[in-house]
Nanobody, 121 residues
């Protein structure tokens, strides 16, 4: 069973930084990509950043130049370094992975439980 455990959320003042982590456990044949989404109250969940197996990345326009996504060498932990945080970044942040469970499986995705990030003005 695939499990994602997120950590690193919290309360920070505007202009501050936080680093989110998401560790993946369970039997997986291949992780194709890892990413972070966020959902603010009353808004739809949106993609923040994504990194694939070749370390290609893409970011939401609103976070470009401020956030950096990366992963560890084992490819089992994904990070989101968030700098120059703004009150508009306040949201629940979710980790998501796209995986192939076995050699004979199609791609599927899994979500973390979410971690709250609150940026005060």
């Amino acid at each position: 069973q695939v499990q994602l455990v997120e950590s690193g959320g919290g309360l920070v003042q505007a202009g501050g930084s936080l680093r989110l982590s998401c560790s993946v456990s369970g039997s997986i044949f291949r992780i194709n990509a890892m990413g972070w989404y966020r959902q603010a109250p009353g808004k739809q969940r949106e993609l923040v950043a994504r990194i694939d197996r070749s370390d290609s990345t893409n970011y939401a326009d609103s976070v470009k130049g401020r956030f950096t996504i990366s992963r560890d060498n084992a490819g089992r932990t994904v990070y989101l370094q968030m700098n120059s945080l703004k009150p508009d970044d306040t949201a629940v942040y979710y980790c998501k992975i796209w995986v192939v469970a076995t050699l004979w499986s199609y791609e599927s995705d899994h979500w973390g439980q979410g971690t709250q990030v609150t940026v005060s003005s």
